[in-house]
């Protein structure tokens, strides 16, 4: 797996977290204390951004980084790869 990949399922995973708390992005980056233009690059994966902004947002969220061994995408998670590019 590389690390697009990683980095977009991070973002996805986050995005979804914050959903689930009710959050809008502005409230996380308000709790994150960063700017909600750094929130949408994370949520999106973006691998311009800082691993400290990946760990504030995850951290405003209650969350932590725990490496887990990679798996192989699903059909679902290959179309929406493939429909991105």
């Given amino acids: ?6 980095l977009r399922r991070f973002g996805s995973s986050l995005r979804d977290a914050r ?3 009710g959050l ?10 960063v700017p909600r233009l750094k929130v949408i690059q ?6 311009s951004v ?9 951290a405003a969220l209650g969350l ?9 995408p699903t059909l679902d998670e290959v179309a929406e790869l493939l429909a991105n590019d």
């Fill in 1 to 6: 797996m590389d690390a697009a990949t990683l």
């Fill in 19 to 21: 959903k689930r708390r």
């Fill in 24 to 33: 809008t992005q502005a409230q996380l980056a308000a709790l994150a204390t």
């Fill in 42 to 47: 994370v949520e999106r994966g973006d691998a």
């Fill in 50 to 58: 800082s691993i400290g902004a990946y760990a504030e947002v995850a």
């Fill in 64 to 72: 932590e980084f725990t490496p887990v061994p990679a798996r192989r």
